[in-house]
């Protein structure tokens, strides 16, 4: 079955199949909307990120909530989940937040001890201007693009995985970025956001090297009578 995953404006998790359009799953966990979901590795269980700052595991064959996989220690994170993706490789994934600092998850649901915590986090990235949108892993893990928005300015940071480590950053001024996206090569990697533009940049030196409006615009001008 092809599944596709989505969040509604009641704050649930559904999923339908891609052929025949049937709904085959239903999770209602979340508090407030879901602003993301990606399917694990295996097939078997989607992960879904929420304004209500959880980062939640279901299973697909059972519709079962399994648990979360952000912390119920209060106080340790701040501001909502907007934006997932999953490594290619690991069970991990890497979440885009409002509190404007990336974070790297492994896909479990162990519970923070009494003494508070976060036990399934596995790093928290340098902090960029405003929340985050979107991020979006290169082929091979080893590398994610960032996409963020503050006071109408968009920025967007490359990061090293495993080091947590800022790669480069796009220079220029810009709206809001709210998509990014690596090319399958790593070589290249896209934004776009409230300019309405769609920027493609080189993934070594973060220099971008060409931009174009995916769909035609024209002034509609009203005559005056």
């Known amino acids: 079955m092809k599944l596709i995953t989505f969040g509604c404006a ?3 998790l559904r999923g339908v199949d891609s052929t025949s359009g049937e709904q085959v799953l239903f999770m209602g966990s979340h508090t407030d909307w879901i602003r993301d979901t990606i ?3 295996d097939g078997k269980s989607v992960i879904s990120v929420g304004r209500d700052m ?14 979360n996989v952000t912390t119920h220690t209060p106080g340790v994170l701040r501001g909502g989940m907007i934006g997932v993706d999953r490594h290619p490789s690991r069970d991990e994934v890497v979440v885009a937040c409002a509190d404007g600092k990336p974070k790297l998850f492994r896909m479990d649901v162990k519970a923070a001890p009494a003494g508070g915590g976060n036990p399934n986090q596995i790093r928290e990235f340098p902090a960029m201007p405003g929340r985050v949108f979107d991020v979006s892993f290169s082929s091979d893990g080893s590398r994610f693009v960032a996409g963020s928005s503050l006071d109408g300015k968009g920025h967007v940071w490359l990061f090293e995985t495993d080091s947590g ?6 220079e220029g001024d810009r709206g809001g970025v ?15 956001g409230f300019d309405g533009s769609v920027n493609l940049a080189d993934a070594e030196t973060g220099k971008v090297i060409k931009e174009f409006v995916p769909v035609e615009v024209q002034a509609k001008v009203a005559a005056n009578k």
């Not at 480590?165 to 796009?170: R, S």
């Open 39 to 41: 399917v694990a590795r």
């Open 54 to 67: 959880t980062v939640k595991m279901t299973d697909i064959a059972t519709e079962r909530f399994l648990g």
């Open 178 to 192: 709210f998509a990014v996206s690596f090319s399958p090569d790593g070589k290249t990697f896209s934004f776009g």
């Open 10 to 12: 009641d704050n649930t």
């Open 165 to 170: 480590k800022k790669l480069l950053e796009v």
